[in-house]
């Protein structure tokens, strides 16, 4: 929390390593989970197959239930044991779903409790004239609000950008094994994606800093009509005061379009 610098990308993911470092088991046994629920959920058509295969059919039972059940077996044994892997199907699916969200929620938890530590400490050394400038609220902003976006890159960027570079490099095996040539054609747009990539997230990076600023300076008009109501009332100036919230405020909605404008263009070429 001090006067606001442009850093580069290599410094700000050096800082952002530095803050999860900590809780990296965390967040690889996130990734794991994620991981073993993907062919989990494949397997919930299975057990219809069977039951449409060899319960109405007459097609033999696959090879990994012939140590369960014989080929003999009855119709309603097949239904029966058809019902229960479907539970048990479901229930994994389900275990391993609930299991990702608790672990999330409680490393993100986590991580926002720790971040907030730090920026707690982060205000208490800095000097009166910083506060007298910005107000004793924007530190409270910062610290309450702010933190959470620690949570948000680690559980809701990390996790799905690390799942999804494997998925990229395996689809670019699959392509270079089938045809070379089609995929060194394909990976010539990478260049192209990550220049326009990288201008979308500088441009993101300006315009939700000034999204922040705003939010910060709305709330601080709050808290110094409130805190001076009495005042306010006597002079009935809470007209002028909604007026002045509602202009500062309002700003936030043109911010927030831009915001979404650029993410959503960057997210569209590359996806493109």
Not at 112 to 126: C, I, M, S, V
Request: one cysteine or more; charged letters at 20%.
């Amino acid at each position: 929390m001090t006067e606001r610098a442009q850093i580069g990308d290599l410094e700000l993911c050096r800082r952002l390593a530095g803050e999860l470092l900590p809780y990296w088991r965390g967040i690889a046994s996130i990734l794991l989970l994620s991981f073993a629920a993907a062919p989990l959920s494949l397997l919930t058509p299975l057990p219809l197959k069977i039951a449409v295969d060899s319960v109405i059919g007459s097609q033999p039972l696959p090879d990994f239930l012939a140590p369960v059940l014989p080929n003999t077996a009855s119709k309603t044994t097949l239904l029966i044991a058809v019902a229960a892997l479907l539970a048990l199907v479901t229930a994994l699916t389900y275990g391993f779903a609930l299991g990702t969200s608790l672990l999330q929620t409680y490393i993100g938890e986590r991580l926002t409790l720790g971040f907030r530590e730090k920026l707690f400490q982060r205000a208490q050394q800095l000097s009166f004239d910083y506060h007298d400038r910005k107000g004793t609220l924007d530190s409270v902003y910062r610290i309450q609000s702010d933190a959470t976006a620690l949570q948000g890159f680690a559980i809701s960027g990390v996790v799905p950008l690390v799942a999804n570079a494997l998925t990229l490099v395996a689809m670019i095996v699959v392509t270079a094994r089938i045809d070379p040539l089609l995929a060194a054609v394909a990976l010539t747009i990478c260049p192209v994606l990550y220049i326009l990539m990288g201008l979308s997230r500088r441009s993101v990076r300006v315009e939700w800093a000034n999204v922040k600023a705003t939010e910060s300076a709305a709330l601080g008009i709050v808290h110094e009509v409130l805190a001076a109501l009495r005042t306010v009332k006597s002079f009935n100036r809470e007209e002028q005061e909604a007026e002045r919230f509602v202009g500062r405020a309002g700003k936030l909605v043109s911010g927030n379009v831009r915001v979404a404008l650029i993410e959503k263009a960057g997210s569209t070429c590359s996806s493109d």
